[in-house]
T-cell receptor
């Protein structure tokens, strides 16, 4: 119930292509779905986040698509660039609740964008 | 210094050593967290502090002992670790413990021999 399943584990995309990473969750109480980006030697950094009351959120080349009925959400990176090469983590939480805002992370996807 | 800082960045210790990891956040946040990041595994939440009070301990072995002397500083005291404890230890902070938006430090790469 508390798991977030992420796929694929690794992804290789040509420069200019579209990178797609998928996540699925079980707990319907989750109400906040952030994506984090982690470069080697750095901690994860918040990239983009969505709440379940919208089906899509776009920030620049990054888009989250959210399917509440299927309990799935995905990150799309348009016009992928070599600088996007990093590990991406999806997560889910009970945002703003009386609990600790515990983030449940997916296993991570290592993205390599080839020039 | 800005954001969340962690020291040391790398640490090698024997199984009988005692060492401490330090985290400092310069964001004025009220909640701080310790995570363990191992290869091929999701980030594992270890401890959560809210306003210097521990609000969650995620079944972490007692050889890991956290300390939060004030809202800006967080320590993780290590004692009698096992080789399987080798990992990247990440500190994070958020405005309040109910926030899913967390800011991470660069981590301490720990190797237990």
């Amino acid at each position: 119930q508390q798991q977030v399943k992420q796929s694929p584990q690794s992804l290789i995309v040509q420069k200019g292509g579209i990178s797609i990473i998928n996540c699925a969750y079980e707990n319907t109480a989750f109400d906040y779905f952030p994506w984090y980006q982690q470069f080697p030697g750095k901690g994860p950094a918040l990239l983009i986040a969505i709440r379940p009351d919208v089906s899509e959120k776009k920030e620049g080349r990054f888009t989250i698509s959210f399917n509440k009925s299927a309990k799935q959400f995905s990150l799309h990176i348009m016009d992928s660039q070599p600088g996007d090469s990093a590990t991406y983590f999806c997560a889910a939480s009970l945002h703003g609740s009386s609990n600790t805002g515990k983030l449940i992370f997916g296993q991570g996807t290592t993205l390599q964008v080839k020039p | 210094e800005t954001g969340v800082t962690q020291t040391p960045r790398h640490l090698v210790m024997g199984m009988t050593n005692k060492k401490s990891l330090k985290c400092e956040q310069h964001l004025g946040h009220n909640a701080m967290y310790w995570y363990k990041q191992s290869a091929k595994k999701p980030l594992e939440l270890m401890f959560v502090y809210s306003l210097e009070e521990r609000v969650e301990n995620n079944s972490v072995p007692s050889r890991f002992s956290p300390e939060c002397p004030n809202s800006s500083h967080l320590f993780l005291h290590l004692h009698t670790l096992q080789p399987e404890d080798s990992a990247l230890y990440l500190c994070a902070s958020s405005q309040d413990p109910g926030s899913g938006t967390q800011y991470f430090g660069p981590g301490t790469r720990l190797t237990v021999l």
